[in-house]
């Protein structure tokens, strides 16, 4: 793998620390908000304004250094065409998958939280994923008008929002509700992205990457996975993820 491919893999990597940002400044935020003395103010407020700013960067450099887009490369991000077909067949296949995990949770009564669906701060929650998934969509420079009126994007797109919805019950819902239980607040978000990172291994292997790009991949679903775990930490809620997971695997698939 050339320098020149690591180098088309940034913006990916910039869209992950951008959620992130935008998250954990919804949790300081929501710290300011309840803050009972003037010094908890003050550290909420220096802490909203250093993650705006770590927003601000990872969102301007994408875009300054690719204004039509990353050069994504076939072997990492293979090109796809998606019907109904497709679509309903991802959709059927996501819904077995997390199936098991919702009727565990339903069994041993362990409420909705155990999946990271929660009831407060739901709706701005979802509201800051909408704007990152846009945010998202600059920075990987899909602003295409021609992309996104295409079925087979939408098709894709429906596809993906079930991908982003499993993959999140599952390893920032489930997986990191259950090792939070029995691990610090950083080894639980570590063990969840090596988690995450891991089960992605053999989709890796049948698109025939080589050991470099293997290795290269893992990395990169690993900062994916401790950002997205540190982001359901503040954001508290899956769906905002969710919806910012299938955004990006749009943008990063097609």
Known sequence: MTAAELIALLPAVACMVFTLAAFMAFGAWRELRNACDIDHRQRAKRRIATLALLGLIAFAAPILLWPQGPPLQDSLAPHASYDAKSALFQLALSASIVAPFVAWVIWRRLGASALGLG?????????????????????????????????????????????????????????????????????????????????????????????????????????????????????????????????????LVS
């Open 119 to 251: 009831t407060q701060d739901a709706i701005p929650s979802l509201a800051i994923g909408v704007g990152v998934s846009l945010a998202c969509v600059a920075m990987l420079g899909k602003l295409s008008m021609s992309f996104w009126s295409s079925p087979s994007t939408w098709w894709l797109l429906l596809a993906m929002l079930g991908v982003g919805a499993t993959e999140e019950l599952i390893f920032r819902g489930f997986v990191l509700h259950a090792l939070a239980k029995r691990l610090s607040r950083l080894a639980a978000e570590a063990w969840s992205a090596a988690i995450f990172s891991v089960v992605h291994t053999p989709q890796r292997l049948v698109l025939g990457m080589s050991i470099t790009e293997l290795a290269v991949s893992l990395a990169i679903l690993f900062i994916w996975g401790w950002c997205y775990a540190a982001a359901m930490r503040k954001g508290k809620h899956v769906p905002g993820l969710a919806l910012v997971h299938a955004i990006a695997n749009v943008c």
